[in-house]
């Protein structure tokens, strides 16, 4: 396995020297699906450097080596990591004691058993996967938090960003033969990463962050969102339904 440099991350095997002037991730080879040179965990490792902020709490689904949860870990993050199999959830144990990291909780299972929401959460898995978890991926992000998704045939892309429709799609990357990084990293139709914000998007267009400040909300229940409740909403809620029942009474005297 060649080293690989993915911007301030130096990923390489035990039997390769630290860089001193870049984060050391180890990953020898194994079974489990991660070392970087894949250009779906290039682009997640190169985004996780972008969004994650010092103390946030990161999901890593579907976490294969482990690699992202030590990269977010790195980069002073707490994380939790999941993956359907032992294999991968074992190996990621290994490579987070050779990299002498700590994670807060790993288990075998997918994203339904998780126990709060996450500020960023990861899912670098294949397209149909990510359509099927859709649901499941959305609840598990806070309101505010960041979902970056990879694994994104080309083909598949309008799907996936129909299954997340409900929230902001902030940046997509996908990487392309001329990267500026001069590394093993191949570019396919499969390397399409987004990264999406949890937002509510209006009617017309318009794009509402959501803020939870007190204790007069009203839930929205296909969302499972609470939001501030208006007294405008309310006004004009009660006068719609009294020119309904005008209208009504005017039939009824005609």
Known sequence: VQPLHVGSFFVHPSWIEDDKEKINIIIDPALAFGSGHHETTYGCLLLLQKYIQKGDTVLDVGCGSGILSIAAKKLGARVDLCDTDEQATSSAVDNFALNHETFNRIW??????????????????????????????????????????????????????????????VEKYKKEENDKYSNPVQA???????????????????????????????????????????????????????????????????
């Open 188 to 254: 396919t139709s499969n390397g399409n990463t987004a990264v999406m914000k949890q937002r509510i998007e209006a009617a017309r267009g318009d794009v509402i962050e959501l803020k939870i400040t007190n204790e007069n909300t009203q839930l929205i229940p296909e969302t499972g969102v609470r939001l501030e409740t208006s007294r405008h909403v309310w006004l004009l809620f009660a006068i719609s339904i009294i020119m309904i029942l005008f209208f009504r009474r005017r039939r009824k005297i005609r």
């Open 108 to 169: 075998t299972g997918s994203v339904q058993k998780r126990e709060q929401e996450y500020p960023v959460v990861i899912a670098n898995i294949i397209a149909d996967v990510l359509i099927m978890l859709s649901s499941d991926l959305q609840k598990a992000v806070k309101n505010g938090g960041m979902l970056i998704l990879s694994g994104i045939l080309d083909k598949y892309v309008d799907k996936v960003e129909e299954k997340f429709a409900a929230m902001t799609l």
